[in-house]
């Protein structure tokens, strides 16, 4: 049976995963947006893309995971981003239609990618967060 990929379920995860709070990513997007609008954001299926553009800025993830990530793939990025599973561990692998080492090898330079600009933007997003504390 193929999933069907759902755009908002898969920022979601990935905000999650970030740790980031919906309040943040609402105050990221600017003014007109909250935290109840990013919630209904999160369940729609397709979302335009010039939005995702924006969230695929906000949150520093290739606008690509969120159009091309099934439930399953999805699931084991988070779960592998994170040494021996320590944010999530679903046992869920990844499958792909084409070459599965060149994606593996894509997949193991995005991760590394990934975690680098967590470390990096981790006091950026934390000043954020005290900004919209403060607000």
């Known amino acids: 049976m193929e999933q069907k990929i759902h755009q908002g379920r898969n920022i979601k995860r990935f905000r999650e995963m970030l740790g980031i709070k919906q309040e943040a990513l609402a105050y990221d997007l600017g003014e007109e947006w909250n935290q109840k609008k990013i919630s209904m954001l999160e369940q729609k299926d397709v979302i335009e893309h010039g939005l995702l553009k924006q969230i695929s800025n906000s949150l520093r993830i290739p606008v690509e995971a969120f159009q091309n990530f099934d439930e ?30 060149d ?22 997003m934390m000043g954020r967060l005290e900004k919209l504390i403060n607000k």
């Open 72 to 101: 399953e793939q999805a699931v084991n990025i988070i779960s592998n981003t994170f040494d021996n599973g320590a944010f999530l561990n679903t046992g869920h692998s990844a499958t792909f239609n084409t070459n599965p080492i």
């Open 103 to 124: 994606k593996l090898i894509q997949l193991h330079e995005e991760k590394i990618a990934l975690y680098e600009r967590m470390l990096k933007e981790k006091d950026e």
